[in-house]
Every structure is written in structure tokens, then in C-alpha cells.
């Protein structure tokens, strides 16, 4: 009788007293990222993707050198691009510990991009393409993304001197440690936590990735 | 030898005390009830009646009172102990002592000679007659009178009578009065003493209630006067 | 409520009463504690959601602010975050930022030590804000994780890399939580002091019939066997006052047969002494001429007729001692008291059988008591006997007052001989009837009796009889104890 009654005073007391205060939480979600203004916008700047020193994927945005002289020119074409990325990050982005992380290109004029089906395009590279790593990849596969359109959404093939990759889409923004992967496996490419007004970004990619009709898994 | 009436309904107490007496010299004629009892006091003129008090008919008690009606005759009931109220109601009725069943015949003769003994004789240089208030007190002819009047009283009444008054104001335990009145141990039955007294009282005391002449001292026992 | 209890009766710590109004308040602080637990808690959620929810979104709003370079330049961004940290939300705020390998700071330490490593992984690899709740060093923080997006093109946006946190203290969160405690505790303490009203008086209400009981138990136990109590209502109190009745009236029954059985064996014995007495009347008075008449026989009527004299002697003394224990048994024993000497009441005892050599006799004078001298002689005389029958010689009786336990006067009368003792184990038995301390003796000089008269006759004084060995083992020591005035001492 005496145990039981201490054992509720004890859960009451727990009840009350334990609840005391501010207790703990785990890590919540809330809400959405901040939009932030960046300038010049990814529209009228020279989108490369770096990598940061935890692996991450970070975007620069460069002012186009030629954009001043010339307004109506469609933009830094792909081959450009992509020579700036590897030719490394410019001083202020190598203050902020950002790297390319990319071999060095045997020569510019190397780098060639021609139309792909169904809207992508195959950039056929002066390096062996096999040995990068998935970042390095991914680096190129969105950098020749956006350099393609502005919202990055273009299927991107890598051709090497040794074999071509699997098309991509610079897609998975939720994790981008995980990105990129060179080939598109459908579960790959169907990141469950999306955002609401991205889907129409991953039915491409899906359609993409049954366009190649091999998926093959890495 | 005096002369014993028994009055005993059980054949084998009669016949056994009868028997027992009679060796004694003692003259005894016996009755079977009260009735017969009576009968034979008017007849036989025995000196002491042996009265039983439980007897069919007319019982002892009753017989005690109808013969202290007209007579002083020493009356010694027989009882079975255990029978203490009857014992009281037989002393208040006026018997004189009593014997409790069973009893030798020594015992029986010895409380009759009790009984019968004479209260001894005052010693010379006495008067004959003492007055106490208004009681003379004749202690050689063992009469009692108030006022001139004669009162009837029982032997033990006048036994205690003259022992108290021969030492006035002397104070008396139940105890010493057991002993030399009835010739009891010391450790008899006091009512014998209460009783007789409370008789005594009603024959010679004016208010009965607040006695002149027996007086009781409360934790010591009796004393007569101070007038 | 204060029972009496009996010796070695276990009592628990506290009473019925005080057990039933702390059950009750027990449930009353449950309920009272529970409710106010579960309010408590919505408040405290709601307090603390309000400033989580400000936070984050002023955070989230603070940050959308910004225009930035990818890269980020590190010179501008400490001032920035300064910035950002004056407008905190609700209350003021750290704000650390992550951005490559750069690390900044609105305090003095680039990073902070607050900030869990989940936290930094989730807002690090999720575009979603994120808040976590850490108390460090008893002090509770709010910790924001605020990735920054940029739109790219019309309906994209990506991650710029740069991950803002804000570390704000919930002190006054904190301080309003534990105002609600307080709230709770002072709302639950007067509910409890109210409680004890309607507490207090179910416990009567329970109580009462517990009383009832109580009483009525109590009035059995002092022999009123037909107590009974009126049981009201159909609760469990009530079937315990009915079933108390039933038990009452079996035990009622049972006593009473048992005194009925008892009352017709006491009469049986009564019965039997009184029968046997009228013809041992008859016998005892021709005794005499019994032995008279023996010497002229031949001897072996003489033996014959002496035989039948002693033994009737004996038998009448056996039939007066059995009527007398039987009027004690029947309770019709009287006391008739007188004022007596204690030692002259003795003298004449021993006196009376004639012990006056045989028996040592130490009587201070003076001592006045209040006693039934008839039976005080039977206590003495059966006790003196008693020691020269079984004792040695000298036998001594000793007289003494001394004051008992209550303060009351005692006459002390003590019976000493000089004999073996008794053995130890007849001690105990002493005073029994008929107990014969030698199996093998077929019959004493007294009835057997002696001594049960004496006990009774003592205890019709209010006294008591105890019977020991003397100091160095030999000779038995009786010793009486009663009141020096009887039927006085008891107001």
C-alpha cells in the first residue's frame, strides 16, 4: 500500500516537475529555406559549380566578361563554361575554400557540346571521363545544365576519351553531398523529399531516364 | 436436665438429636411440624424449643413468632447454612441463637447450656434493682421494667441487657459479645449481635431510631448510655 | 478518534481517519496535479511554439533580406550578421554563418558551441528551416538553422551553400514557463486545502458506523451481550453491522447455553451437598453414642463403629466445605464486615483450635481492619492448618499493613512453615480443588478444599493469596494481601 502510493506520487511528481522548464527538442523542421537576392542573377551570370572543402556542391555565379560589349549574345556557350570550370575557382572563391576538384583540360577547344535527344546535350570532353569522382561529375553535369538553360534542367551526357556516361540531370538539390550520380536509376531519380513546384523537373528527369531505356546500376 | 422440644419434620435429624440429648440426660419429646410443634409446648412445658426452620405447613419462622408472642421461652433454631435470610428473619422473629446442620450432639448441648446459663450473678455492693433512666434492672430476679412496666424480653435480649449494663458506657465489639452472651467463638455470626440488639432496641428504647440506651459506635461496636 | 488498545495490539502509523482523508487527497492531488500537468504543458507549448514560430519566421524573414556574391565574401558577411543579430526576434539573437570553409560570426567566436551537430547536418543538406531546443548549462536555447536559396531561373531554386543559424536564449520563455508552474502548483495547493473539507467529511461519514462498531464491540466485551447495532443502508459497513449482529446473537446463544450448562452443574453440586446433609445431620448427631457405645463391643464391631464415626465427621466437614465453595461459585457468598483487631482477630483463631504452642505468632497491636472476621478465621485457620499439617514445625504467622499499588492500605498476612517447600511444580496448583500435591496419597487430613475456600474467601475481600518458597528454599510461605478496610477502599 505504502510502495504503491510512493509510486504514484513519484509519476505525479515526474509529471510535474519533469515538465518543468524548457525541455529539449530534436531537430525540427520548419518552414522553408530563405530565398536570398544573388547578383548577378543565375540568369545573366556564369553558373559553375565548385565543391567545398565538406564535399559540397557550390554554386558561383561570375559576371560574363563579354556581356558589357556584348548584350545580345546568347550567352557563354557550353565549351566556355565549362573550360572556366576547369580552369579552377578565382581567387575570392578560393578565399572562401571553394576547389574545382577537376583534372586540367588538355586544351579548349576540346570541349565540344552537341544536341542530344529529346533536348539534352553531349558534351564530349578531352579527358577520360571514367576516372572522376561522382562529385566531379555532378560539378559538370550542372554547370553544362545551366549553361544549357536557366533553370539547369537540361539532361546532360558526358562523352570522354575512354567511354560516355549515363545522361544526368542536375537535379537533386535536397542532397547535395549525394549528388551527382553519373547514371539515373529510376529510384535515384526520384528523391521523395521534393519541394511542391519541382515536380514538373522531376517528371523529366524520370522521362529522361526511361529514354535511355538501360539503366544500369553503379 | 431441662426439658427440649424439637420441632424437625426429617425422621433421621429428629431421631438422631432426640437420641443424642436423651444420652445426654437430657428430656425430650419431639414433633414432626409446627402445628404439632405448638401442641406440644402447651403440654410438654419444655424448657427450650429446637426449632427447624424449614418445615412443611407452618414453617419455623412462624412457629418462632406465635411462641414469642406469649412466651420467653429460649428458642435455638436449626438451620442449614446457606440459608442465611431465613437465618436473619429467625433471629428478627426471635429466636435466640441457632445451630447450623450438621451438628454433633456436643455442639447442640453446648449451645443449649449456653443458652440456658444464667448472666452471673453481680458481684456484693451492688444494689438489686439498678435503674437506668427510666429502666430498672433487676438483675436477681431477671426482670426488666420502663416506666414501672414489665417488658418481656427474650433470654438472649436480657442477657445482653445486663451484660452491657453492668459496665455502662463501656464500649462492647460484636465480637466480645458473641463470646460472652452466646458463648460463640470470636469469629461467630455477628448478625446474632446485630439482631438482638435491634430487637432489644424496639422493647426498651423510645425511638428506635436514634437509641438512648444501646448505643452503636460505629467501628467498635455497642455500649449502653451514657444516659 | 483514539481506540484503547491491549497490550501488544499492532497499530499502524496513522488512523483509519487520517488514512482516508489522505487517500482522498491523493486522488484530489492526482486529479488536481494531472490537470494541471496537461494544462501546463499545452501552455508551455504554447508559449514556447509562439516564440519558435517567431523566431524562425523572423529569421527566415532577416535572412531573405540579404543580397549576396556567390562566392560569398567573408570581409562583408560579419557585418552582416551583426545585422541580422540586432533584429532578433523576439528577443535578440547570435547569428553564425557557414559558407565553404568560411565561418562567421555576430559574436565574438566564429562558431558556436550550442549548435548540435544534427542541426548543422539538416539545415547543411535539407533547403528546409529547422529549429532545435538545446539547454546547455541549465540555460535553454532556441538554435535556427536557415539554409539561403537563390532562384534560378523561374521556377528553380538552389542552394547558395550559405547556412545561417541563430542562437537565441529562452530565458524569458523560460522564466514565463516556470511562472505557469507556479500558477499550476498555487492553482492545485488551495484545490487541495479545499479537498480536505469533503475529505473530512466522507471519512465521518465512514467513521461513524466504524465508531458504532467500535462501541458496541466494546459494550460486548464488558458482557452486554445483547448489543446490537441498527444497520443502515446496503454498503459493506452495513453487512459488517449485520453480520456483527448475527455474531452477536450466535455468541449471546452460546454464552448463554454455557451459563445455563453451568449453572445447572453448580446447582447439581449444590443440590447433591444439601441432600447429603439432612441424613449426615441425623448420623453426625449419633456419633457420640456411636463412640460410647464402641468400647463395649468386641473389637472388630468397635473398628467397624469408630470407622463409621470418624468417617462421618469427615464426611459432614467434606459436605460444609462443598456447600461453601458452591455459594462462592453461585456468587452467594455474603461479606459481612466488622471492625475488628487484626491481631486479636488471629489470637482468637489460633486460640479457638488451640495452636497457641504450636504456632509462633507475631502480631503488632493495633492494627484496626475492616474484614468478615468469620471468614478472615477460615482464610487463617485453613492456611495454619494447612502448614502443620504439611509443614515442619515452628509454623509463624505474621501480621503487617503495607501499601498496595493504588495507594490503598493492605492488611498482609503471612503463613510461614519450616517444611521441605513446595515443589515447584504444584505451585501453580496450589490452590486448586482437590489437587493433591502427592499422586499417591489417597486422602488428606482436610477436605481438599481448604485452600480453594481460602483463595475465594480472600478474593471476597478484594485481596489476593500467593503461595512461594522461602529465601533459602525451605519452608512454604503463604502470604495474603487485603484491603485494611474492606468494602471502604471502593468508592
Not at chain 2, 427447624?52 to 442449614?80: E, F, H, W, Y
Not at chain 3, 537563390?150 to 529562452?170: D, E, I, K, Q, S
Not at chain 3, 453480520?243 to 449453572?263: H, I, K, P
Not at chain 3, 513446595?422 to 502427592?438: C, G, N, S
Request: aromatic content about 4%; charged content about 25%; overall charge negative.
Amino acid at each position: 500500500m505504502r510502495r504503491r502510493s510512493a509510486a504514484v506520487l513519484a509519476g505525479l511528481a515526474t509529471l510535474l516537475l519533469g515538465g518543468c522548464g524548457v525541455p529539449e527538442t530534436d531537430v525540427i523542421e520548419a518552414g522553408g529555406p530563405a530565398t536570398v537576392q544573388v547578383f548577378p542573377e543565375a540568369s545573366s551570370g556564369l553558373v559553375l559549380f565548385l565543391r567545398s572543402p565538406d564535399g559540397e556542391l557550390m554554386p558561383v555565379i561570375r559576371f560574363l566578361e563579354g556581356e558589357l560589349e556584348e548584350p545580345d549574345s546568347p550567352g557563354a556557350g557550353t565549351p566556355t563554361t565549362v573550360a572556366a570550370l576547369f580552369a579552377g575557382p578565382l581567387p575570392n572563391e578560393r578565399r572562401a575554400g571553394l576547389t574545382d576538384g577537376l583534372p586540367e583540360l588538355p586544351g579548349r577547344t576540346a570541349v565540344r557540346a552537341v544536341p542530344y535527344r529529346e533536348g539534352g546535350v553531349e558534351v564530349t570532353l578531352p579527358i577520360a571521363v571514367g576516372d572522376l569522382d561522382d562529385l566531379a561529375v555532378r560539378q559538370l553535369v550542372c554547370t553544362i545544365a545551366f549553361t544549357e538553360d536557366d533553370e539547369g534542367l537540361t539532361p546532360v551526357r558526358l562523352r570522354g576519351t575512354d567511354t560516355a556516361l549515363e545522361p544526368a540531370v542536375c537535379d537533386e538539390d535536397i542532397d547535395l553531398g549525394r549528388l551527382p550520380r553519373p547514371t539515373t536509376a529510376p529510384a535515384a531519380s526520384s528523391p521523395s523529399g521534393s519541394q511542391g513546384g519541382q515536380g514538373g523537373r522531376r517528371g523529366s528527369a524520370d522521362q529522361a531516364a526511361q529514354d535511355d531505356q538501360a539503366p544500369s546500376g553503379p | 436436665m431441662p426439658r427440649v422440644l424439637l420441632i424437625e419434620d426429617d425422621p433421621s435429624v429428629r431421631e438422631g438429636v432426640e437420641l443424642g440429648l436423651r444420652r445426654r440426660g437430657h428430656e425430650v419429646r419431639t414433633a414432626s411440624t409446627g402445628e404439632a410443634g405448638l401442641a406440644a409446648l402447651r403440654e410438654f412445658r419444655p424448657d427450650l424449643l429446637l426449632l427447624d426452620l424449614m418445615l412443611p405447613g407452618m414453617n419455623g419462622v412462624q412457629v418462632c413468632r406465635k411462641v414469642r408472642d406469649d412466651s420467653q421461652l429460649p428458642i435455638i433454631m436449626l438451620t442449614a447454612r446457606g440459608d442465611d435470610f431465613d437465618v436473619v428473619i429467625g433471629l428478627e422473629a426471635g429466636a435466640d441463637d441457632y445451630i447450623v446442620k450438621p451438628a454433633r450432639t456436643e455442639v447442640i448441648e453446648a449451645r443449649i447450656r449456653a443458652v440456658l446459663r444464667r448472666i452471673e450473678e453481680p458481684g456484693s455492693g451492688r444494689p438489686v434493682v439498678e435503674f437506668h433512666g427510666e429502666l430498672a434492672v433487676d438483675r436477681a430476679g431477671l426482670t426488666v421494667a420502663k416506666n414501672g412496666e414489665r417488658l418481656a424480653l427474650a433470654p438472649s435480649e436480657m442477657k445482653l441487657l445486663l451484660h452491657l449494663t453492668s459496665a455502662p458506657e463501656q464500649v462492647f465489639s460484636r465480637q466480645q459479645l458473641l463470646e460472652h452472651v452466646w458463648e460463640h467463638s470470636y469469629h461467630g455470626d455477628a448478625r446474632l449481635v446485630d439482631a438482638c440488639v435491634r430487637r432489644l432496641r424496639n422493647k426498651i428504647e423510645d425511638t428506635p431510631g436514634s437509641p438512648r440506651y444501646i448505643q452503636t459506635l460505629r467501628g467498635f461496636g455497642y455500649r449502653f448510655g451514657p444516659l | 478518534m483514539r481506540l484503547r488498545r491491549t497490550a501488544g495490539e499492532r497499530r499502524r502509523p496513522f488512523g483509519l481517519r487520517t488514512r482516508l482523508v489522505l487517500a482522498f487527497l491523493l486522488v484530489a492531488a492526482v486529479s488536481a496535479g494531472t490537470t494541471a500537468a496537461l494544462t501546463f504543458r499545452e501552455a508551455r507549448n504554447a508559449v514556447l511554439g509562439t516564440a519558435q514560430d517567431t523566431a524562425v519566421a523572423s529569421f527566415r524573414e532577416q535572412v531573405q533580406q540579404l543580397g549576396m556574391e556567390l562566392p560569398q565574401d567573408p570581409t562583408g558577411l560579419q557585418d552582416v550578421l551583426r545585422d541580422i543579430a540586432r533584429k532578433g526576434k523576439p528577443h535578440p539573437w547570435y547569428v553564425y554563418a557557414e559558407y565553404g570553409s568560411i565561418r562567421a560570426s555576430s559574436a565574438a567566436a566564429p562558431t558556436s558551441t550550442v549548435i548540435t551537430p544534427e542541426l548543422r547536418r539538416t539545415a547543411r543538406s535539407n533547403p528546409h528551416g529547422s529549429f532545435e531546443r538545446v539547454v546547455k548549462d541549465g540555460v535553454p536555447y532556441l538554435t535556427i538553422g536557415m539554409p539561403a536559396v537563390f532562384r534560378a531561373g523561374a521556377n528553380r531554386v538552389m542552394p547558395t551553400g550559405l547556412v545561417l543559424f541563430a542562437v537565441m536564449r529562452m530565458s524569458e520563455e523560460q522564466a514565463g514557463v516556470e511562472a505557469l508552474v507556479v500558477a499550476a502548483r498555487d492553482g492545485a495547493l488551495p484545490g487541495l486545502a479545499i479537498a480536505l473539507v469533503p475529505a473530512l467529511v466522507a471519512a465521518r461519514s465512514v467513521l461513524r458506523p466504524v465508531r458504532e462498531l467500535r462501541k458496541a464491540a466494546l459494550s460486548m466485551g464488558s458482557g452486554r451481550l445483547d448489543t446490537r447495532i441498527q444497520a443502515r443502508g446496503s454498503d459493506e459497513l452495513a453487512d459488517l453491522a449485520r453480520t456483527f449482529n448475527e455474531s452477536a446473537g450466535q455468541l449471546e446463544r452460546s454464552v448463554d447455553e454455557l451459563q445455563q450448562a453451568e449453572a445447572r452443574a453448580r446447582r447439581f453440586a449444590s443440590d447433591v451437598s444439601h441432600e447429603l446433609r439432612t441424613p449426615l445431620s441425623g448420623m453426625l448427631a449419633v456419633t457420640e453414642v456411636l463412640d460410647e457405645e464402641a468400647e463395649r463391643l468386641d473389637p472388630d464391631t468397635a473398628r467397624a463403629v469408630r470407622l463409621i464415626s470418624a468417617e462421618t465427621g469427615k464426611l459432614a466437614v467434606l459436605v460444609e466445605d462443598l456447600m461453601e465453595i458452591s455459594r462462592f461459585d453461585a456468587r452467594a457468598a455474603e461479606l459481612n464486615t466488622d471492625e475488628v483487631d487484626a491481631a486479636e482477630t488471629i489470637r482468637k483463631t489460633l486460640e479457638h483450635r488451640r495452636w497457641t504452642d504450636r504456632v509462633r505468632a507475631d502480631l503488632p497491636e493495633g492494627i484496626r481492619a475492616r474484614l468478615d472476621p468469620r471468614r478472615f478465621d477460615v482464610v487463617v485457620a485453613n492456611l495454619v492448618g494447612n502448614a502443620l499439617r504439611h509443614g515442619g514445625a515452628p509454623v509463624t504467622v505474621r501480621l503487617r499493613t503495607a501499601a498496595g499499588g493504588d495507594g490503598t492500605a493492605l492488611l498482609v498476612t503471612e503463613v510461614a512453615d519450616s517444611g521441605p517447600g513446595i515443589p515447584p511444580e504444584v505451585l501453580p496448583h496450589i490452590f486448586d480443588r482437590f489437587y493433591k500435591a502427592d499422586a499417591a496419597r489417597t486422602r488428606s487430613a482436610g477436605s481438599g478444599l481448604g485452600l480453594a475456600i481460602t483463595l475465594e474467601n480472600v478474593r471476597l475481600h478484594g485481596g489476593t493469596v500467593r503461595a512461594a518458597n522461602g529465601p533459602e528454599g525451605r519452608g512454604a510461605v503463604f502470604t495474603v494481601e487485603m484491603p485494611l478496610r474492606v468494602g471502604e477502599a471502593v468508592a
